[in-house]
């Protein structure tokens, strides 16, 4: 059983799982993040060989 348990001001006195889950879903949006990027740079290109193309 996990209780989270808080302080007086109301913060998860539990930081270093806070901080554990933080990086892991740091681990798990990463790579989504690069394939966005690579996407975005992917069609940024396709838009310009277009552009190039139409101006023949």
């Known amino acids: 059983m996990n ?17 554990q889950i ?5 681990q798990i949006e990463w790579p989504n993040l690069q394939i966005e ?5 992917i069609e940024q290109s396709d838009t310009a060989d277009a552009a190039g193309f139409n101006r023949e």
């Open 3 to 19: 209780v989270n348990i808080t302080n007086r001001i109301g913060n998860s006195a539990n930081r270093e799982a806070y901080l």
């Open 22 to 26: 933080d990086c892991l879903n740091l």
């Open 37 to 41: 990027g690579e996407i975005l740079q």
